[in-house]
């Protein structure tokens, strides 16, 4: 998992919806054979992290779903080179809560700055309880 070098796949990134983004993520995790209990989880990280490029980083600039050894890899770059923080936002606040959500959800989270922004990686664990 951490460290671990994802191989190349195809990607899709100009213009890419939350729903395209789901979409590519479904047809990864159907060709790898990986759970059915996991697609949701994997599906709510891939709409946040997408979602909060689009609205927060100047849009996604690369997108990738891998499935790894113990895990799958989401992993999404942007052309922003703020990292997303978890605000203490008060409950009367709209936002916030979808970092939040993919922390959760993820084992571990990778943020990678890069000349053009940064790159997210979400790493799912594949022993998520049925």
Same mark, same amino acid.
């Given at each position: ?6 191989? =190349? ?11 395209? *983004?789901?979409?590519?993520?479904? =047809? ?10 996991? $697609? #949701? =989880? ?5 709409? %946040?992290?997408?979602?909060? *490029? ?10 990738? $779903? $891998? /499935? ?18 978890? /605000?203490?936002?008060? &409950? ?7 970092? &939040?959500? $993919? #922390? ?5 989270? %990778? ?20």
């Amino acid at each position: 998992m951490k460290g671990e070098t994802m191989p =190349d796949r195809p990607r899709r990134t100009a213009g890419l919806r939350c729903e395209d *983004a789901r979409s590519i993520a479904r =047809d990864a995790l159907a060709a790898s054979g990986v759970g059915k209990h996991l $697609v #949701n =989880d994997v599906l709510l990280v891939v709409s %946040e992290l997408v979602s909060n *490029a689009d609205r927060h980083a100047g849009g996604v600039s690369d997108f990738r $779903v $891998v /499935p790894l050894a113990g895990c799958v890899a989401v992993e999404v770059s942007d052309r922003s080179s703020s990292f997303p923080r978890t /605000p203490g936002t008060p &409950l009367d606040v709209p936002g916030g809560f979808g970092w &939040l959500l $993919v #922390n959760r959800i993820a084992d571990h989270t %990778e943020i990678r700055p890069s000349a053009h922004g940064k790159t997210i990686t979400a790493f799912i664990p594949l022993s998520a309880t049925p």
